[in-house]
């Protein structure tokens, strides 16, 4: 039994040998084997060479693009405000002007108080800044309004509870973003 158990090992050997994909002859000298070997490790490290050199290139061009962005975001902090003041500039002119005169009357001042507050209003709108001022009867909004006060509505009184009644300072929004809400009081429920 074992001469068939060596025979099958023999014939699955050759068997195997035969149907196996041809691999490449092995080197005939160990001086052969040795140089094939070197050369496969000066590949190999040639190979490793040449991707840390990529690594370091994309690694440093990272490093480079953050810089720039960081350099952007700092430019576009230290400007943002630029534009918003070249429009203050004519309201700062009308006030220095105002001021100027000498012998001005209450009516001139008051004229130039308003020409003034329209400039004003004029650069506020130009970068989104809006006025917050409900009307009486406006729903109570606490994401725009701030209630300073309850009162209570006379009995014979049309306007509904938690509604605006007086607007005792103006708000502002800034695109849709509250800068300040407006200062309000509100109606009492019945």
């Given at each position: 039994?074992?001469?068939?158990?060596?025979?099958?090992?023999?014939?699955?050997?050759?068997?195997?040998?035969?149907?196996?994909?041809?691999?490449?002859?092995?080197?005939?000298?160990?001086?052969?084997?040795?140089?094939?070997?070197?050369?496969?490790?000066?590949?190999?490290?040639?190979?490793?060479?040449?991707?840390?050199?990529?690594?370091?290139?994309?690694?440093?061009?990272?490093?480079?693009?953050?810089?720039?962005?960081?350099?952007?975001?700092?430019?576009?902090?230290?400007?943002?405000?630029?534009?918003?003041?070249?429009?203050?500039?004519?309201?700062?002119?009308?006030?220095?002007?105002?001021?100027?005169?000498?012998?001005?009357?209450?009516?001139?001042?008051?004229?130039?108080?308003?020409?003034?507050?329209?400039?004003?209003?004029?650069?506020?709108?130009?970068?989104?800044?809006?006025?917050?001022?409900?009307?009486?009867?406006?729903?109570?909004?606490?994401?725009?309004?701030?209630?300073?006060?309850?009162?209570?509505?006379?009995?014979?009184s049309t306007q509904e509870p938690h509604t605006v009644v007086n607007?005792?300072?103006?708000?502002?929004?800034?695109?849709?973003?509250?800068?300040?809400?407006?200062?309000?009081?509100?109606?009492?429920p019945k």
């Open positions: 039994m074992t001469e068939n158990t060596s025979e099958n090992t023999e014939s699955h050997a050759s068997a195997a040998s035969q149907t196996a994909p041809e691999q490449a002859a092995p080197p005939k000298s160990e001086a052969e084997a040795i140089a094939a070997l070197q050369a496969e490790l000066s590949a190999l490290k040639a190979k490793s060479g040449e991707l840390a050199d990529q690594y370091l290139r994309a690694k440093a061009e990272a490093e480079n693009a953050r810089r720039r962005a960081e350099d952007e975001v700092s430019k576009v902090r230290k400007f943002a405000v630029e534009s918003f003041a070249e429009s203050l500039l004519p309201v700062a002119d009308s006030l220095h002007a105002g001021l100027g005169v000498q012998d001005a009357t209450l009516e001139q001042l008051r004229e130039g108080a308003q020409a003034t507050l329209r400039q004003l209003t004029v650069a506020l709108e130009r970068h989104k800044v809006m006025a917050i001022e409900p009307p009486a009867g406006t729903k109570f909004d606490p994401h725009q309004h701030q209630a300073i006060s309850v009162v209570p509505l006379p009995p014979d607007v005792l300072q103006k708000g502002y929004t800034i695109v849709d973003r509250v800068l300040r809400p407006a200062l309000v009081t509100v109606a009492a």
